[in-house]
């Protein structure tokens, strides 16, 4: 019994120290992009950074997918005692990886800011960021590594205080330098990377816990490729899109980095969150088609409606929270874009809540060899995607172009998984009866209230109606996800 409570308070204390080190991440990112937002608006530097800062949240994007891909076989190596040469075969994989990326941001800057960027301004400023963000996101990569070596031996703290001490030193470096120019960002988050691969680093030193790589590395590529080849691909396609933005003029690049950042933040924090807890009882309790669509239908519903009136608010009060949190250069016709654009990213959200949550199933029924292939052939659609909705639309356009290609990402899963029908279809009804709710809701108060007074209004008729219709699909969600556990 004493061996138990002492169990429950490691677990207890280890997430509590997690929770602390993501709270650290994710504060010191949003204050370093408010510092960003008052100290230079909306123009050639932003645009620059913008650029640059989506290659690297597509790369530390790998560390996050890693973490699950390499976890279970760094359990079971733990078990049969082969953990050190598991880890440097883990670590030797990734090299073959990174490694070209790094080198390439390192010698040709100039040539990489040329592909992401349109315009003298914004490319100098990538140019001068590359060196520093892409070496910073490869750090972060090898950080997941060890912070998966370490939880294979139940320790958590070292590398959540890694993650969270780097996030904190980086923001302040960030404070500190700001008035130097954008530049300081990436002296910010290289310091990041730095402290965040250190500590877990040395912990695993410490039980020597890394050795050289014993053999089977192509089998581990193989499998690397599986993993992170369609989340890194969804993520580039931001890539792509702030590109096709670069060619509307000088601070649109911006405001569709920041509306695409809230609404992927909309996504994590729902979806995302409820596809890491629920995928594991999922494959406990077996797999088949139908319960797929359940499972899919069941985390979208429960994710859509609080999604739904969060995007609510921002296309009455966009303006208002946006200049707010971003000062005052995003008041006016910019803040009002920005959430406009939110609300056009309606459907990728949908989309996207969706593909979180059905990915993972993927591998449950086993390994998906077609990824790397696919997400290859998906990044390229997505470019004539882009560019025709740019062309049409601009900035909507380029928001329609998203939930495109996300539609058509979401629909080769369901295929694979053999759940397509059923999970569009109720997948419609989800966002259709939200969406309408949303649109009486909000829309109503709009008619008679200012912007703000609407939204706060929209919001409580919204919830209100929600709370006392409980749609059937609602329903069942709730029923599935407490039979669940």
């Known amino acids: 019994m004493q061996g138990n409570r002492r169990g429950r308070r490691s677990a207890i204390g280890s997430g509590v120290v997690t929770g602390l080190s993501t709270a650290a991440v994710s504060g010191s990112a949003a204050v370093a992009g408010a510092i960003l937002s008052r100290k230079f608006g909306h123009g050639v530097e932003t645009d620059g950074f913008f650029a640059v800062y989506a290659v690297y949240l597509a790369l530390v994007l790998v560390a996050n997918v890693l973490r699950v891909v390499v976890l279970p076989r760094l359990v079971r190596a733990r078990e049969d005692g082969r953990l050190p040469g598991e880890v440097g075969a883990w670590l030797l994989s990734l090299t073959v990886l990174v490694a070209p990326a790094t080198a390439l941001a390192l010698a040709w800057p100039d040539g990489i800011a040329r592909v992401l960027t349109a315009g003298a ?89 890394l050795a050289l790589p014993d053999e089977r590395l192509g089998a581990r590529l193989a499998e690397l490729g599986e993993g992170i080849a369609l989340p890194v691909a969804l993520q580039l396609m ?7 933005a670069s060619g509307l003029g ?72 946006v200049r707010w949190a971003l000062g005052s250069a995003y008041g006016g016709g910019t803040g009002h874009e920005l959430g406009r654009i939110v609300a056009y990213l309606s459907p990728w959200i949908v989309a996207s809540v969706a593909v979180s949550i059905a990915f993972p199933l993927v591998f449950v029924r086993g390994r998906a060899r077609f990824l790397p292939l696919f997400a290859g052939a998906a990044l390229g659609v997505h470019v004539l995607v882009e560019w025709g909705g740019r062309a049409a639309f601009g900035l909507a356009g380029l928001a329609g172009g998203l939930a495109v290609t996300a ?17 569009l279809r109720g997948l419609a009804v989800a966002a259709a009866v939200c969406g309408v709710v949303a649109l009486l809701g909000f829309g109503l108060p709009r008619t008679v209230l200012h912007s703000v007074p609407a939204a706060a209004a929209g919001l409580v008729l919204y919830t209100a109606v929600m709370l006392a219709w409980r749609p059937p699909g609602l329903r069942a969600a709730w029923s599935y996800v407490r039979a669940l556990y």
């Not at 958590?156 to 993650?163: D, I, L």
């Not at 933040?265 to 088609?289: E, M, N």
């Not at 139908?290 to 899919?296: F, P, S, T």
């Not at 539609?407 to 999970?423: D, E, H, K, R």
């Open 121 to 209: 301004g914004p490319r100098h400023t990538a140019a001068e960021l590359l060196p520093w963000l892409v070496p910073a996101a490869a750090a972060q990569v090898y950080a997941g590594l060890f912070a998966s070596a370490l939880a294979a031996f139940d320790e958590y703290q070292s590398a959540a205080a890694g993650f969270g001490l780097g996030a904190l030193a980086g923001l302040g470096l960030i404070a500190a330098l700001a008035d130097d120019g954008v530049e300081a960002w990436g002296w910010g988050l290289a310091l990041n990377g730095g402290i965040a691969i250190a500590i877990p680093l040395a912990a695993l030193a410490a039980r020597h816990g």
């Open 238 to 244: 931001f890539v792509v899109g702030i590109r096709f």
């Open 250 to 321: 000088v601070g649109r690049p911006t405001t569709f980095s920041y509306a695409y950042l809230i609404a992927a933040f909309l996504v994590a924090v729902t979806a995302s969150s409820v596809a890491l807890v629920s995928t594991v009882p999922f494959a406990r309790a077996g797999f088949s088609p139908e319960r797929v669509a359940r499972h899919v239908l069941a985390a979208s519903w429960l994710s859509l409606v609080p999604v739904v009136a969060a995007v609510g608010v921002f296309a009455l009060a966009g303006e208002t929270i």
């Open 407 to 423: 539609a058509l990402v979401l629909a080769t899963i369901l295929v694979w998984l053999g759940a397509l029908a059923v999970t």
